[in-house]
T-cell receptor, first 112, second 112 residues
Framework: GQQLNQSPQSMFIQEGEDVSMNCTSS?????WLWYKQDPGEGPVLLIA?????ELTSNGRLTAQFGITRKDSFLNISASIPSDVGIYFC????????????FGKGTRLSVIA | DGGITQSPKYLFRKEGQNVTLSCEQN?????MYWYRQDPGQGLRLIYY???????QKGDIAEGYSVSREKKESFPLTVTSAQKNPTAFYLC???????????FGPGTRLTVL
């Protein structure tokens, strides 16, 4: 089946630093989504991208839909302790006929 | 308030017992999903339903069963055939299959 390769698997950063994570695939995706999961909670949607090349911001978060439609990245600027959690990318590839494909997540730890 | 509810938040069962996890949504979404998440791991799809009275197996359906008798409800039964049932279970819904998914708060099941 379709797979998304998400990296890095985990990262430790100092408060105030910028963060970058990405997802890649060998297949074309029509939609890219980024979710954040706080410990013990369900994932929450951060950003949705629908068009190749699209760059979208949500506060300190910025995500881009790769021009080849095979990748996406998420940047977090000026990290704060509440950014801690697991970030998942997800993609839709089959025009509504199959569930989203999820990456394995990037676990972010912020050191104050 | 519109959303997805899962109950209970924590569930304990003895080995060999079947247990049913509840998932309800009032978002009028057609599609619903069940995922399993193990510590430090990503999301693995158990079952999904694109419409009432229909459901499909995901990647790890063995030892689980579901029903979709109402649009709002998609209960998951963890049977005694599931060899390692202790995990965090997440329910999600989307307007239609492949659309952005919205997650519930999760149920942490511990089998003793």
């Amino acid at each position: 089946g379709q797979q998304l390769n998400q990296s890095p698997q985990s990262m430790f950063i100092q408060e105030g630093e910028d963060v970058s994570m990405n997802c890649t695939s060998s297949s074309i995706f029509n939609t890219w989504l980024w979710y954040k999961q706080d410990p013990g909670e369900g994932p929450v949607l951060l950003i949705a991208l629908y068009k190749a090349g699209e760059l979208t911001s949500n506060g300190r978060l910025t995500a881009q839909f790769g021009i080849t439609r095979k990748d996406s990245f998420l940047n977090i600027s000026a990290s704060i302790p509440s950014d801690v959690g697991i970030y998942f990318c997800a993609g839709e590839w089959n025009s509504g006929n199959t569930p989203l494909v999820f990456g394995k997540g990037t676990r972010l730890s912020v050191i104050a | 308030d519109g959303g997805i509810t899962q109950s209970p938040k924590y569930l304990f069962r003895k080995e060999g017992q079947n247990v049913t996890l509840s998932c309800e949504q009032n978002l009028n979404h057609d599609a619903m999903y069940w995922y399993r998440q193990d510590p430090g791991q990503g999301l693995r799809l158990i079952y999904y339903s694109q419409i009432v009275n229909d459901f499909q197996k995901g990647d790890i359906a063995e030892g689980y069963s579901v029903s979709r008798e109402k649009k709002e409800s998609f209960p998951l039964t963890v049977t005694s055939a599931q060899k390692n049932p202790t995990a965090f279970y997440l329910c999600a819904s989307s307007p239609r299959d492949g659309d952005t998914q919205y997650f519930g708060p999760g149920t942490r099941l511990t089998v003793l």
